[in-house]
């Protein structure tokens, strides 16, 4: 899970399971997980499962008040401050979850 450095359109992750080190394109991610039905979770991103070993790896940010001070120095912190520019990153280029409301969907509102 740990991500390893962030880049302008993609990230370089390593995958808890198998240690393989993989480029992940901001276009393969997304903020959001429907958790159960009609809940979702926007502080999540579900990355691609790994190729190398199948594993499925979640990250979430974590409130702002966590965050560690600027100059903290530690994977913990540096991963976690990895983790919230990701979030932010996608938010910005709207790689975030259409939640829609429960029910069903029709096409053309009821006459």
Do not use: Y
Not at 30 to 47: C, K, M, N, R, T
Not at 58 to 70: C, G, K
Not at 71 to 86: N, Q, S, T
Request: hydrophobic residues 40%.
């Amino acid at each position: 899970m740990p991500i390893l450095e962030l880049h302008d359109n993609d990230v370089d992750q390593q995958c808890s399971a198998c240690q393989r080190v993989r480029r992940l394109p901001h276009a393969d991610l997304e903020v959001g997980l429907q958790i159960a039905p009609g809940v979702f979770d926007l502080s999540i991103v579900a990355l691609p499962v790994c190729s190398g070993c199948g594993a499925r790896e979640f990250l979430m940010r974590t409130a702002d008040e966590a965050l560690p001070p600027p100059r903290v120095e530690g994977f913990p912190d540096r991963h976690r401050a990895l983790v919230h520019a990701l979030h932010a990153a996608l938010v910005r280029a709207e790689r975030v979850l259409q939640v829609r409301p429960a029910g069903p969907q029709t096409s053309t509102p009821p006459a």
